[in-house]
């Protein structure tokens, strides 16, 4: 049925170009778009013409022959050019599409649900645009969908329940735009192959549904932070893997923090900004329930405040406050007199690593967290117009002085595609020591804003022969890909002849001798069941 409807259009298109009747199919589809695009400042879609056979040499296009029709449009990406315009439905006659690409630009108009015609079309990128209208549910009959990111749009209406249907989508990205209503519940489970959920930024109420839990195959991150949930934080997000990165951050949540699976591995910046949250890992104190009345009050101690034999005066919340502000104060100054002390030794000693006296200063000041390691003024600035996944799907690589090694030395080499690091930004942010064993020394390592921590195991220096260095990213190839949830991820690595690094997530409570030594009872369970296979944890 639908492609009946878009007959008529295809016709009126090829009417409205008399030059296009060599042209195939598909490139009179695109000529379609070209027609739907009111301002190409840039020019990109200059080459795109009716007087070509095929448009598989057009700007943004990619083809693949087929043994029966000849080349076909298999890909379009035409991102980052400000096109004005809107995204015809024509689109979706374009059988064998298998990528579309249009983010970055300033379409308005609907996402037109016609694409759901395009069977092969298993990533749809049209973030960063004005986009109004609803999310398609007709989107999640396409049979190969994996990736759709929406994101940084003006999407309005609620979330369908037809998300159910998207079985193989593995990425989901509708962050900065304007949905509301309630996240839809009897949906998640039936996605198992979600890796990623972003729903940050809109306008969503209600409480979490606790089948958010059941995504047994997530992996990155579950954010759905800056909405207007309320209620508490479902127990159930606990049986979410322990490499997941939880982001619930200003919403409207109250209650006790669970300490079930997962949620007990969480640092506080993933509850922040709920003024209703108290417990562990926030510094706020839950009050206790008042007791019952049939319930006879505790006998007091002996010199209490109001003396003895009299009721003892509960503390006040003031005082409970001040008395945990006061012991993060000392905390902090006898770590501040504990760096101190310890880089007046190594000023002493020496460190070993050579160089002037800036960098020395430079060290002392806290910039090179790593010593004897530097990075070059000069980094790779590539575009990224033809990225099949945004900010979560990009490797990335930045050159830094040193040699040796041989190969990809001197790189910071990003082995699963959700890490997105400079090394430039990895030597500058806050390091602090975990620990040191006989494969070097471990640091977590505080990036940004200090909501992405990774561990960091310096492996030593030392000169190495280039067989070697093949040797080396070979293996650390082979343990990026294993994924299980008691092993920690390999996010990425570094080789030059000063510096080897091993780049992890960073696992709270504890570490591999801790688990081995822990019995099943509260914590201790969580961290024997989910980390005691875990490397360089905190």
């Not at 060599?22 to 007087?51: E, I, Q």
Request: hydrophobic fraction near 40%.
């Amino acid at each position: 049925m639908r492609n009946l409807l878009l007959l008529p259009l295809l016709v009126a298109v090829a009417a409205t170009v008399p030059l296009a009747a060599a042209l195939s199919a598909d490139g009179v589809a695109l000529l379609a778009f070209k027609t739907a695009v009111t301002d190409d400042p840039s020019g990109a879609l200059s080459s795109w013409s009716d007087a070509d056979d095929d448009p598989c040499r057009w700007a943004g296009v990619t083809c693949a022959n087929t043994s029966s029709s000849g080349p076909r449009v298999v890909g379009v990406a035409v991102a980052g050019k400000n096109l004005s315009g809107y995204v015809p439905s024509v689109l979706g006659s374009l059988a064998l599409l298998r990528r579309l690409n249009l983010h970055g630009n300033r379409l308005s108009g609907t996402v037109p649900p016609a694409l759901a015609n395009a069977t092969s079309l298993h990533s749809l990128f049209l973030y960063g645009n004005s986009l109004t209208g609803g999310l398609p549910p007709e989107l999640c009959d396409l049979p190969r969908l994996q990736n759709l990111d929406l994101s940084d749009n003006s999407l309005t209406g609620s979330l369908p329940p037809e998300l159910r249907r998207c079985k193989q989508l593995q990425r989901l990205m509708l962050s900065g735009n304007g949905f509301s209503g309630e996240i839809p519940a009897g949906v998640w489970p039936e996605m198992v192959s979600l890796q990623l959920l972003d729903l940050s930024d809109n306008s969503l109420t209600g409480a979490i549904p606790p089948e958010l839990g059941k995504l047994a195959a997530l992996a990155g991150t579950l954010n759905l932070s800056r909405n207007h949930l309320s209620g508490g934080v479902p127990p159930e997000l606990g049986h979410l893997p322990a490499t997941v990165t939880l982001d619930l951050r200003f919403n409207n949540l109250s209650g006790e923090i669970p300490q079930s699976g997962s949620l007990a591995s969480q640092g506080p910046t993933a509850f922040l900004n709920n003024p209703g949250l108290c417990g562990f890992p926030l510094q706020v104190p839950c009050r206790a329930a008042p007791p019952s009345s049939s319930t006879p009050p505790p006998p007091s101690a002996a010199g209490s405040i109001s003396g003895a034999g009299g009721p003892r005066q509960p503390v006040k919340t003031s005082l409970i406050v001040l008395i945990s502000v006061a012991d993060a104060a000392g905390v902090a100054l006898i770590g501040v007199i504990v760096v101190y002390i310890y880089w007046k030794l190594r000023d002493r000693r020496g460190d070993g690593c050579g160089g002037d006296g800036d960098d020395d200063e430079e060290r002392k000041r806290g910039l090179f967290p790593f010593p004897c390691m530097r990075a070059d003024d000069s980094s790779d600035d590539g575009s990224d117009a033809g990225d099949d996944v945004k900010r979560n799907n990009t490797t990335t690589t930045t050159t830094a002085s040193g040699g040796g090694g041989g190969g990809e030395e001197g790189q910071l080499v990003a082995i699963d595609k959700g890490f997105k690091m400079e090394l430039d930004e990895l030597l500058r942010s806050s390091a602090y020591v975990l620990g040191k064993g006989g494969k070097g020394i471990v640091y977590k390592v505080v990036v940004g804003n200090g909501t992405t921590p990774v561990a960091v195991r310096r492996l030593g220096g030392g000169a190495a022969a280039a067989e070697r260095y093949k040797e080396f990213a070979a293996e650390a190839g082979a343990i990026g890909r294993v994924r299980h949830p008691n092993v920690v991820r390999l996010r990425a690595y570094y080789w030059s002849a000063d510096e080897k690094l091993v780049v992890t997530d960073f696992v709270n409570n504890g570490n591999l001798a801790t688990a081995l030594r822990v019995r099943d009872t509260g914590l201790a369970a969580i961290m024997n069941h989910r980390h005691a296979c875990t490397v360089g944890v905190g």
